[in-house]
């Protein structure tokens, strides 16, 4: 096995409290030890979500995945493909490609466990605490949903899609809590787009509210019964609703209320694309509950077994796949000033909803 790391190496720096202020570091190269492998972050993707990984970045631990040398700065994680280059692990090959989670950066050093034609779990110290299935990185060779010519839409849809998936079959599971509209803001998301599709025909009105710029995109899309912009929340149908929060605007929630009143029966907090996280416990404590997708999946792997949860979520996603394929125009860049450019659009709300950046860095 080869231990020689001959490239250079680096991060994407972000300002933990301002989340516009990024920066690019070189990382020293480490010296690959018995039991590590080091992978070249080989096709990342970059969407509202990962901003939304930055802006929860302490409360929810997805600065400790990445740990940054700078205090006061973070990495912020990206799902994509990376190579191994050098490796001192049985099992793990160099030139073998691996699905999963990435730092805002060249590079990443693992320290696999449970190696096997799968894939392998990275068990550094910093990550053992850390959510399982972030930890998971899928061989490309073992993988059943892996297609070679579809690796963007892999890395832009897949870790979305589970949420979207995993949303619809709670709300349908629980008759939709008696609601008889469903509210999803952020409409144009891939989040909100994708579970909207899946709800489309299943006994509920699906409303996407979306901001005035974003209307015809989110028209367009065909899968939600009615479009309105934020300024239209006084349109909505007066019937029981339950709204799935993507933007984590407590104006546009509380004008909602204003508007439903009683006939609000249940509200969710999906995303935050708006970046204003609640104050830390007061969300709980006070406000809406958070969904929190690997709930609705244990209750799921109890009903189904682990593969039938898989199969299930492997058949909505073939039929998905190629509906989404449809919806969006993939933006290809290069280097690390392209994801320092890329985070900084993606940031600030300019990327249109029609793309989806995909970065080689
Ligand atoms: N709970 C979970 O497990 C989970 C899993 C996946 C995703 N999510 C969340 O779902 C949300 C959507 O993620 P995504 O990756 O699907 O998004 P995306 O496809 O990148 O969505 C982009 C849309 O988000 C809104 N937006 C983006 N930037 C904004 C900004 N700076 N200010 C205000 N609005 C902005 C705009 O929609 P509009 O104009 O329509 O508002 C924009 O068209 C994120 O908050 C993400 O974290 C949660």
Known sequence: MDNTTADTSWNLLVRRDDLSTAELADAPVPQVRDGEAWLRVDRVGLTANNVTYAALGDSFRYWEFFP???????????????????????????????????????????????????????????????PRPYNAYALTTGDIAYEAGREDLHVLFRPLFWTSFMLADWLVDNTF?????????????????????????????????????NLAFTEGLGCYDRVLTYEDVSRLPRTPTLYADFAGDEQLSARLGARLGDLLVHQVVVGITNQEPAPAGTLAETGPAMFFAPDQMRKRI????????????????????????????????????????????????????????????
Do not use: M
């Open 68 to 130: 940054s040398p700078r205090a006061g700065w973070g990495i912020v994680p990206l799902w994509g493909f990376g190579d191994v280059v050098a490796s001192r692990v049985e099992g793990i090959e160099t030139g073998s490609r691996y699905y999963g989670y990435f730092p805002s950066a060249s590079h990443l050093l693992v320290r696999p466990d449970r190696v096997d034609e799968r894939g392998f779990r990275e068990a550094s110290p910093h990550r053992v605490s850390l």
């Open 302 to 361: 109890g009903d189904w077994g682990r593969e039938g949860l898989d199969h299930r979520f492997a058949d909505a996603w073939r039929e998905f796949l190629p509906v989404a394929e449809g919806w969006v125009d993939i933006g290809h860049s290069s280097g690390p000033q392209s994801l320092k450019r890329v985070w900084h659009e993606v940031q600030s709300g300019r990327t249109s909803p029609r793309t989806g950046h995909i970065i080689t860095p």
């Open 177 to 213: 809590l008696g609601a008889k509209t469903v509210v999803l803001s952020s409409a144009s998301s891939k989040t909100a787009y994708g579970a909207a599709h899946l709800l489309k025909g299943q006994g509920c009105e699906v409303v996407g509210l979306t901001s005035p710029r």
